[in-house]
């Protein structure tokens, strides 16, 4: 099978953005319900959520203080704001818009109804009456989504690059969460241990893992096997080494694969050699650090190699 790569590309733009919308409203249920739980004294403080999401410079650009009200309106109401639900949703509908001929039928429709929900309730959901039911039919809407393309694509080209951008997605949100939220936690210096179980334990929910924890390693939640739970479980869908094996399985395929398969494979080496018990927070910040800039390497390999090959 032959492909466009102006399709291509609209395929791993429209599987990136749906998986960040979905991604960016479990971050932020999981937050709005660990806030209900601590301590405000052991608070993070709602500017995390836009630490994670590395979106820092555009957010100070339009709001002085970080506060719930600023954060949440910029992440879940702003249409022009490249970490907002409203954004991704906006452009996983129009990359689906002009790739509909090679998807089923059902997605046009389904996705179309996710931008509408989302239009009409977002700014109507920033406060606390409505927000936890508007993250989770965006949650669910997504999942519709994903489930129907599963269910129903065939396994071609279109199916390898909307998987590939929806894998390569995830493994970066989960290094962002893991990056941020770990670096608070253990710079906390043991401040507030009684509560850091509880925000580990939000950091799996965000993840949509904290009940694969539980069933795979166990009731304690604790720092080291998290951030091993997270990064190495080769059987856990959100984990970044069973994203590494997928995208792989993906690339296999393609022809000109080589040079994303030698940065994929660089960084499951890299994964491979990742000890949390041996590694100070200094060390392990900077770990992560490396590893999103090698997957920063392989978006910038696939986009070379299939979508503009001709680029110098």
């Given amino acids: ?8 590309e609209r395929l791993y733009w429209m599987g990136r953005y749906l998986e960040r919308a979905e991604d960016s409203a479990r971050l932020v249920a999981a937050y709005n319900h660990l806030i209900m739980d601590i301590p405000r004294a052991a608070e993070l403080g709602w500017d995390v959520l836009v630490r994670i999401l590395d979106a820092e410079p555009v ?22 704001s490249c970490a907002s ?40 959901s920033v406060g606390r009456r409505n927000r936890q039911a508007f993250l989770e039919e965006v949650i669910s809407r997504c999942q519709r989504v994903n489930g129907m393309l599963s269910s129903s694509l ?13 894998l390569l997605e995830r493994s970066d949100m989960t290094t962002r969460l893991m990056d941020v939220g770990t670096g608070e936690i253990l710079g906390r210096a043991g401040t507030h241990e009684a509560t850091d179980p509880l925000i580990w334990t939000s950091l799996l929910q965000a993840l949509s893992s904290f009940g694969a924890y539980r069933r795979m390693i166990g009731p304690l939640v604790e720092a080291q096997e998290v951030v091993e739970f997270v990064f190495q479980e080769p059987l856990l869908p959100r984990s970044v080494a069973f994203c ?27 994964l491979g050699k990742l000890q949390p018990e041996q590694m100070s927070r200094e060390a392990l910040h900077a770990y992560i650090d490396e590893f999103q800039a090698l997957l920063a390497d392989l978006h910038d390999a696939i986009t070379a190699s299939w979508f503009h090959p001709d680029t110098p």
């Fill in 154 to 166: 065939p396994r071609d080209h279109a199916h390898r690059f909307l998987r590939l951008g929806h």
């Fill in 1 to 8: 099978m032959t492909m466009l790569s102006s399709v291509a």
């Fill in 85 to 124: 639900i409203p954004f991704a949703v906006r452009w996983a509908r129009e990359n689906v818009r002009t790739t509909r001929d090679v998807l089923p039928e059902e997605t046009w429709e389904q996705i179309n109804e996710l931008h509408l929900y989302v239009s009409d309730a977002a700014e109507k």
């Fill in 59 to 80: 957010f100070y650009q339009q709001y002085r203080v970080g506060n719930e009200q600023n954060v949440l309106r910029f992440l879940m109401a702003e249409e022009d």
């Fill in 244 to 270: 590494l094996a997928e995208i792989r399985l993906e690339l296999k395929p393609l022809k000109n694969h080589e040079s994303a398969m030698r940065i994929l494979n660089r960084g499951r080496r890299k």
